[in-house]
């Protein structure tokens, strides 16, 4: 009965440890990091940072952890809005190039009018025209910077995706559904010019495969270094 209690006890200890690890992911990401700056390992670096910083650090220490933030991964949706984007720019180059040869069209007929009364009436034409094209241009304009918008946020997502994934290239990543952790870390680091506060911003994903029937689940990664004023 006694040895049984010892068993029960030692299995408890030990899920309130694994339990204890796997709640303070930040912990061990961070030391690992900091031990990378301290060897001047920037290839080690690179695994756990997006956009890894050498970092002015003699000792440190966190000041906070904000509470653990799971939201639906947005790759997905942001793949549609870039391809919806796509196709409404291709749509529209056509409807531009369209208006600007009619304009064009005009103008040739303005400048080969024989009469003045021809040319004032046709000039009138041309300046209804070019208004119109202005108008149109300014739209395909400005679907051009948002498809360009949606482009660089699918992407960026993307590389965070596959980077706290660790797998290389996924053929279908942009297909993947889950979840994704947010955290930020506060950190006060003192070093050879004084004490800075930075916080570290954290991500996980945890995603489903349903092409090939898996689940991927990503490590946390730091995604953005932001120091404090």
């Known amino acids: 009965m006694k040895r049984k209690s010892l068993s029960l006890t030692g299995v408890i200890l030990l899920l309130f440890a694994m339990q204890s690890c796997t709640s303070k992911p930040e912990q061990s990401l961070l030391k690992r990091y900091f031990h990378a700056i301290a060897m001047n390992d920037t290839m080690t670096m690179s695994t756990m940072a997006l956009e890894p910083i050498k970092l002015d650090v003699d000792s440190w220490e966190i000041v906070n952890v904000s509470e653990e933030i799971v939201e639906p991964a947005s790759l997905s949706e942001l793949n549609k809005e870039e391809l919806e984007f796509k196709k409404r720019v291709e749509d529209s180059v056509g409807i531009t190039m369209e208006a600007r040869e009619i304009l064009l069209d005009a103008e040739y007929e303005r400048d080969n009018a024989r009469t003045r009364r021809a040319k004032n009436a046709l000039q009138k034409k041309v300046d209804e025209l070019d208004t119109k094209y202005k108008e149109i241009r300014a739209k395909h304009d400005q679907l051009q910077v948002d498809y360009n918008q949606a482009k660089t946020a699918s992407s960026k997502e993307e590389e965070i995706t596959i980077f706290s994934l660790g797998a290389g290239d996924v053929l279908n990543v942009r ?23 930075y916080i570290f911003h954290l991500r996980q994903y945890t995603l489903r495969d349903e092409l090939l029937n898996i689940n991927r689940r990503g490590r946390w990664v730091i995604v953005k270094f932001e120091q404090l004023a």
């Open 175 to 197: 297909e993947l559904t889950g979840d994704v952790h947010f955290k930020k870390v506060e950190l006060k680091i003192q070093g050879k010019e004084g004490t800075k506060n």
